[in-house]
């Protein structure tokens, strides 16, 4: 299901072309209004436009050099409407190819939840209610509910995880999704989400949800462009009466052409492209964002909180060995360290299971049968079973078990959980009646690369903190090997809601990742709340940006992507600002020298005149936005860096590259229509 999407080329013709047409359709101004500047930029053209068609009608020689400047301003606003299209075109491809990644598949459908006659039929035609069977090398056709029989599933299309897990009626494992494998036996399925509203369908729609939201940083930037619009209104309507008292003359249609030159064009068209494309990288990234909001404060996180184990560490802690206590012979602390987790299936449960087969002669658990089982929580980290002859086995964390055991411990045992911790591994007290036995070692291991993860965030400024319900010895053991700034031992998840609220106290911005129930709140409270695709509906509900492939170290790569996003529009603005400032300066004195005289010692570019100043200068303004397009799609090149040294690099290259770029460009065009007699 949610595999790797394909990534569009940058200008893919399929996206291409539909994005030329849609850039049509966003020229009416009922659209258009949401874009100030782009609007005001409409106005112009279709003032410029009718000015020319007064000098045809009057038979004025001027009305081929206004025809050229008014075709140039249309083109202007249609390259903008053009850039925002390919971009929503392009996270509309995506869409369509995270779509098409949910095949159809034949379904047995049954009449009844009683027979096993079935009929054969598409998956698609199932409706919620429907009653399916699957069996052995079936894939589920639907999500659905096991309401009989128990399977083994490879569920890993969706969860990575290659070892297949079981599914059976009644209890919290009867949940099967649509995709997935039927490895062993057989289920009868309630459908209860038909084709087409499953979760990832309702992600879907939310990527291609076209009415896009502007986010709260878009509308603070746009009240700044038309600050500047209004300022430059100014600039040019004073400009009037000077000319006329000069005695001069400079025709309405070159002084309201000046305007669009100067007001923020550049960013003010490019915006929203940018704004969507950032949406596009992350699910590009198979993230998807339920609010453009999320991805923003993404990139402006200073805490991110992250999981020990299957973050930081793999996920499948192994267990390596049986440590007994003194008294205690270690088959016998093997075998209830068996016991204690045959109905156990966390990661960590399996692989007790797995060694303590491997060490012990085989048939001992039939031996044992269980009466009822303690299943392993967050809350009371341990895990246990309740045996028909009355034996009651524990394992879990030291002080949990010693808890359960209402005992303290003792040097040996203190001895034991030390080395363990230490090497960082987690310790498992395993108890017996309320009686210790010994130890087990669940080993983990550090990722590999991860180190070098959290110090690329470190040069972002982002603080890392790792969370785990393990001991301060491993917990301090492994925050030292990965190189995390911090960490939190012994966590319950209300303890992360407290460390959250804590951060936000101090002006923090939080994100974090979880995927179980009891993760929902901190996940709502958290600026930016990653639920994993295959967490429980609670959580996915409570997060602001959902990754498909339930991957925790996503939460690296969408700060990445945040940041990105954000210094993408800062330097285009920086750009387009620092480019209207430099295009006052370059024609303005062009544009009056004929009036003002004095003016030409200003003409440093020697502008060959004032019409040919104007077009090269609104041709240039047009072709600044063509150029940027590919920029505002695939965003900046973004190496990790402080914030600070960010802004000077920024500054160095953006602001200094804007002021100087016009002077060059429009020189370059000016030599051309002079050349070629256009003004
Ligand atoms: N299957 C299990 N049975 C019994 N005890 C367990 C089991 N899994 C973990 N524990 C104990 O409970 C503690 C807390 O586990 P929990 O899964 O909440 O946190 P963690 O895995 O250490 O960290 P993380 O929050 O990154 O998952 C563990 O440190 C361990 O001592
Ligand atoms: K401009
Ligand atoms: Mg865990």
């Not at 890392?464 to 911090?486: K, S």
């Not at 004095?598 to 502008?607: F, P, T």
Request: aromatic residues 4%; glycine residues 8%.
């Amino acid at each position: 299901m949610a595999k790797k999407v394909q990534d569009t080329a940058l200008l893919d013709p399929a996206v291409m072309r539909p994005a030329l047409l849609a850039a049509l359709h966003k020229l009416d101004p009922r659209a258009l209004v949401s874009n100030p500047v782009m609007f005001v930029t409409e106005v112009v053209a279709a003032l410029t436009t009718l000015l020319f068609l007064r000098n045809l009608a009057l038979g004025s020689g001027a009305a081929f050099l206004v025809a050229q400047i008014a075709a140039w301003l249309w083109f202007t606003v249609y390259f903008a409407n053009f850039a925002e299209a390919m971009a929503e075109g392009r996270g509309k491809a995506r869409a369509d190819s995270l779509r098409s990644t949910q095949s159809e598949t034949p379904a047995k459908k049954l009449a009844s939840p009683d027979t096993r006659d079935v009929e054969t039929v598409s998956s698609r035609s199932l409706r919620t209610g429907d009653i399916v069977l699957v069996e052995a090398g079936d894939i589920v056709p639907a999500d659905g509910e096991a309401i009989d029989g128990v399977a083994s599933v490879d569920e890993s299309a969706i969860t990575g995880e290659s070892a297949p897990v079981i599914r059976e009626a009644g209890g919290d494992r009867s949940s099967v999704t649509g995709g997935t494998r039927v490895v062993s036996d057989w289920l009868k399925v309630r459908v209860t989400a038909k084709p087409g509203e499953s979760f990832l369908d309702r992600m879907i729609a939310l990527v291609e949800g076209a009415k896009r939201q502007k986010t709260p940083n878009e509308i603070a930037l746009n009240i700044l462009l038309v600050g500047m619009t209004i300022i430059f209104l100014l600039v040019v309507v004073t400009l009037e009466p000077f000319v006329a008292y000069s005695g001069a003359f400079v025709p309405v249609a070159y002084l309201i052409a000046l305007l669009v030159t100067l007001i923020p064009t550049t960013i003010g068209g490019l915006l929203s492209a940018i704004g969507v494309a950032g949406m596009d990288r992350l699910v590009k990234a198979n993230v998807v964002a339920k609010s453009g909001r999320a991805v923003e404060a993404a990139g402006d996180v200073d805490t991110l909180l992250l999981d020990k184990t299957g973050t930081i560490t793999f996920g499948a802690r192994m267990a390596d060995g049986f440590y007994p206590l003194p008294g205690v012979r270690e088959p016998d602390l093997t075998e209830a360290s068996l016991y204690a987790s045959l109905s156990d299936e966390t990661p960590e449960g399996r692989s007790v299971v797995e060694l303590a087969r491997k060490l012990l002669p085989r048939g001992v658990e039939q031996r044992a049968s269980v009466k009822q089982a303690v299943a392993f929580s967050a809350q009371t980290r341990m895990s246990g079973v309740d045996l028909v002859d009355g034996t009651e086995l524990r394992k879990g964390a030291t002080d949990a078990v010693l808890a359960w055991c209402e005992t303290g411990s003792s040097k040996t045992l203190t001895d034991i959980v030390e080395r363990i911790a230490k090497s960082g591994g987690t310790p498992l007290l395993v108890a017996r009646d309320r009686r210790p036995l010994g130890v087990i070692h669940l080993k983990d291991i550090v990722k590999p690369g991860i180190r070098e993860r959290f110090a690329e965030l470190r040069r972002m400024g982002v603080r890392t903190v790792m969370i785990t319900g393990d001991n301060p010895l491993t917990a301090a053991a492994i925050a030292a090997e990965a190189g995390v700034d911090d960490f939190l031992a012994e966590a319950t998840p209300e303890n992360k809601l407290e460390l959250i609220r804590k951060e936000q106290a101090e002006g923090k911005l939080v994100a974090m990742c979880g995927d179980g129930s009891n993760d929902a709140p901190a996940l709502a409270q958290a600026d930016v709340g990653v639920a994993m695709n295959t967490g429980t509906p609670a959580a996915k509900e409570a997060g602001n940006l959902i990754d498909l492939d339930s991957d925790p170290t996503k939460l690296i790569e969408i700060v990445m992507v945040g940041k990105q996003l954000l210094i993408s529009r800062g330097s285009l603005t920086t750009f387009s600002i620092a480019n209207d400032v430099a295009k006052y300066f370059a024609i303005l004195p062009a544009l009056f020298v004929t009036a003002y005289p004095g003016l030409g010692a200003l003409n440093v570019m020697g502008l060959s005149s004032p019409g040919s100043a104007i077009l090269s200068a609104v041709i240039f303004n047009a072709l600044v936005i063509i150029a940027l397009i590919p920029l505002a799609l695939k965003g900046v090149k973004y190496t990790p860096a402080s914030a600070a040294k960010l802004l000077r690099h920024n500054l160095l290259i953006y602001g200094l590259g804007g002021l100087v770029v016009p002077f060059i460009g429009i020189k370059a065009i000016d030599l051309v229509v002079s050349a070629l007699a256009l003004a």
